[in-house]
């Protein structure tokens, strides 16, 4: 079975044609729109497991369960199975000895297989990330209402004892606090329905999944972007772009012309992939940056009342209507600023994806994709 991992060990033909490194062209005009400042090119290391980058010992443990369990994974494995034999026995096609056309088109078709599975790869682990940060932002969120609860209990008995009975505004209390209380409610069921959603996707049982759950939170600070190199390195990089490209050469082995029906719909599929990859990744790049630029008001205003606050928490009890309403604003806005910290991450894992991070390009170098043109 090949192994679901970086470590995969892929046979390597000799191929003609610019290598990846080669392939690796500098920045230029067709550079992504939205593209952080020009630094250090996005190199094959921090990309190939990306997920590393945040330092978190639960991601990491997720992840390496996922591709190993996964029924996803399991899946792209037989498909795999099926073909590669094909290729091995095959060898790499060479102009001195080409093999028969039906050959030919095996042996792209187990490429196409190949870079399926790599495909496979790369939405599983987003996937599995994803559902990791939604559940620091949702763990997060109910540490800060539980905290909002603890506020609001604590103005309430002090109401109650309060000398010449309770103001005619600290009777809002009780239902506030019932708001409160249903909102920890709804958000507890949404973190068990992510960690179910998370147990399926490894494939394991969710007395497992749930016994991994620690008590972390999202990072303080918002994510950081790396720099998506260009549109160029997408062909290379996403393992989708390359299996339409198999997908093509498949056909035109089979195909007595280059411009039958067959060959020129796989032609327009190729393009459609490659076209959708590039608007993907400056989708998730505009994405990213929208989040990072909304995070700071909101920041600021949560801190703002969480000052303001602690300036009057100790006031006498006939504020206890105003400081009510500011208690409910300075949990709207804490709120607020997890959920768009949270956004933050979840918008770099969706460019990490765009990008075709999660799997080893070197594992598939010697594909005959490199140096060959979709024509």
């Known amino acids: 079975m090949i192994a679901a991992s970086n470590s995969t060990q892929i046979p390597v033909f000799p191929i003609d044609g610019p290598s990846i490194e080669a392939a690796r062209r500098p920045r230029s005009a067709t550079s992504f729109v939205h593209a952080p400042a020009p630094g250090a090119e996005l190199h094959d290391d921090p990309i190939d497991q990306w997920w590393r980058r945040f330092r978190d010992a639960a991601l990491d443990t997720l992840v390496d369960c996922a591709l190993q369990y996964s029924h996803e994974i399991s899946a792209a494995q037989l498909k795999l199975q099926a073909h590669w034999p094909q290729c091995v026995a095959l060898e790499a096609p060479s102009d001195a000895d080409a093999p028969d056309a039906r050959s030919l088109a095996q042996f792209h078709q187990a490429w196409q297989a190949l870079s399926e599975f790599y495909a496979t790869q790369v939405r599983l682990i987003a996937d599995v990330a994803r559902r990791h940060f939604t559940l620091l932002m949702l763990r997060e969120r109910i540490a800060a209402v539980e905290f909002s609860l603890h506020r609001l209990r604590v103005a309430l008995e002090r109401t109650r004892h309060a000398s010449g009975g309770p103001q005619d505004s600290s009777r809002q209390l009780p239902s506030v606090l019932a708001e409160i209380h249903a909102l920890r409610i709804r958000l507890r069921q949404e973190y068990d329905s992510t960690v179910i959603a998370l147990a399926r996707t490894l494939g394991e049982p969710l007395s497992i999944t749930f016994a991994r759950m620690g008590t972390g939170f999202l990072p303080a600070a918002a994510a950081q972007p790396p720099n998506p190199g260009s549109p160029e390195n997408l062909p290379h990089r996403r393992p989708d772009i390359r299996a339409a490209f198999h997908a093509v050469q498949a056909r ?32 998730a790049l505009l994405k990213l940056s929208s989040r990072c630029e909304e995070l700071t008001p909101v920041r600021a205003a949560a801190l703002n009342l969480e000052n303001l606050l602690t300036r009057v928490q100790d006031l006498d009890l006939p504020t206890i209507g105003w400081w009510l309403q500011l208690e409910r604003s300075r949990y709207s806005r804490q709120d607020d600023e997890i959920i768009a910290r949270g956004d933050t991450y979840l918008s770099l894992v969706d460019l990490f994806e765009a990008l075709g991070g999660g799997w080893s390009v070197e594992a598939m170098a010697g594909s005959p994709y490199e140096g060959e043109q979709v024509l």
């Open 252 to 283: 035109r082995s089979l195909e007595s012309s280059p411009d039958a029906i067959g060959v020129r719909e796989a032609r327009l599929a190729h393009e459609r992939a490659t076209a959708d990859a590039v608007s993907q990744v400056e989708s």
